[in-house]
T-cell receptor, first 122, second 110 residues
């Protein structure tokens, strides 16, 4: 059973960089039919796809966030990370990491971490 | 890339069937059979209920079913139960290796 666990600061100052790590257990992020994703949910609001990474380093990002996002992977630690720069209060959200699995022509998000709340405030 | 449109709320009595719609465009829902549905209870992570429009992951009740017509996908919950009360989100592939979620629907069991 794959398990994902987010970690990182719960409070980030405005204009700074939000950095989170997702640790994966029960499966390797180097498995060929998976992408590794970040998804967020502002308090009381809906879900927003941030982006995802393949173990080889290929990344795809939400166009609305692309200029501020970097997703990276460390296969030796079986972890992947999110950096979101120049944060504002609008970036306050629960951040989830999730596994995307290849199905019949596309990916779907089948395993999720429990989520971690990041608050942007001075 | 705009969020897919879902009704804010849907309600039903125990045992009834309800349907949640998810309306996108010809660039997302209408172009790909890659619509998923997630159930989210308060304070919990989303749970995959349907993927690729109609497929159910192992362990998900067959009371949950999905369909699609044109730019609109739908999730039907039959034999509504108290435990089905939750928020539900659709998600679609939107081309160029990107994804878009729906606005979310709160399901209330009366």
């Amino acid at each position: 059973q794959v398990q994902l666990q987010e970690s990182g600061p719960g409070l980030v100052r405005p204009s700074q960089t939000l950095s989170l790590t997702c640790s994966v257990s029960g499966g390797s992020i180097s498995r060929g039919d998976n992408y590794w994703s970040w998804i967020r949910q502002p308090p009381g609001k809906g879900l927003e796809w941030i982006g995802y990474i393949y173990y080889s380093g290929s990344t795809y990002y939400n166009p609305s966030l692309k200029s501020r996002i970097t997703i990276s992977a460390d296969t030796s630690k079986n972890q992947f990370s999110l950096n979101l720069s120049s944060v504002t209060a609008a970036d306050t959200a629960v951040y989830y990491c999730a596994r995307a699995t290849w199905g019949s022509g596309g990916y779907y998000f089948d395993y999720w971490g429990q989520g971690t709340l990041v608050t942007v405030s001075s | 890339q705009s969020a897919l449109t879902q009704p804010a709320s849907v309600s039903g009595s125990p045992g009834q069937s309800i349907t949640i719609s998810c309306t996108g465009t010809s660039s997302d829902v209408g172009s790909y059979n890659l619509v998923s549905w997630f159930q989210q209870h308060p304070g919990k992570a989303p749970k995959l209920m349907i993927y690729e429009v109609t497929k159910r992951p192992s362990g998900v009740s067959n009371r949950f079913s999905g369909s699609k017509s044109g730019n609109t996908a739908s999730l039907t919950i039959s034999g509504l139960q108290a435990e089905d009360e939750a928020d539900y989100y659709c998600c679609s592939y939107a081309g160029s290796s990107t994804y878009v979620f729906g606005t979310g629907t709160k399901v209330t069991v009366l």
